[in-house]
Nanobody, 121 residues
Framework: QVQLVESGGGLVQAGGSLRLSCTAS????????MGWFRQAPGKEREFVVI????????YYADSVKGRFTISRDNAKNTVYLQMNSLKPEDTAVYYC??????????????WGQGTQVTVSS
């Protein structure tokens, strides 16, 4: 079992930056592919970025490519999402996910509780 806890969300103006953190407990994230997903009001959950277990392979949604960056610190058992040049359409609840074979589908084995990101125009 893996427990995931996100933090770092908040209110930011368009063009600003935020860094989300996802801290895992129970097992090492080095055993899992990790990802960030988001869900805006009235919309389905969508993938933002996924990263392989090794961290050598990442895949970003077109909507965030060039603005968001995923990274991991295995020693801290934490995954980060650096979000720059934020837009109002980035407003959503952001979820961290872990799965040995993570994909862009919202079917990961483990999920955090989510953290709200609101971008004002």
């Amino acid at each position: 079992q893996v427990q995931l806890v996100e933090s770092g969300g908040g209110l930011v103006q368009a063009g600003g930056s935020l860094r989300l953190s996802c801290t895992a407990s129970g097992r090492s994230i080095s055993n899992y592919g990790m990802g960030w997903f988001r869900q805006a009001p009235g919309k389905e959950r969508e993938f933002v970025v996924i990263s392989s277990r090794s961290g050598n392979s990442t895949y970003y949604a077109d909507s965030v490519k060039g603005r968001f960056t995923i990274s991991r610190d295995n020693a801290k058992n934490t995954v980060y999402l650096q979000m720059n040049s934020l837009k109002p359409e980035d407003t959503a609840v952001y979820y961290c996910a872990a799965d040995r074979y993570i994909t862009t589908a919202t079917k990961s084995d483990y999920w955090g509780q989510g953290t709200q990101v609101t971008v004002s125009s």
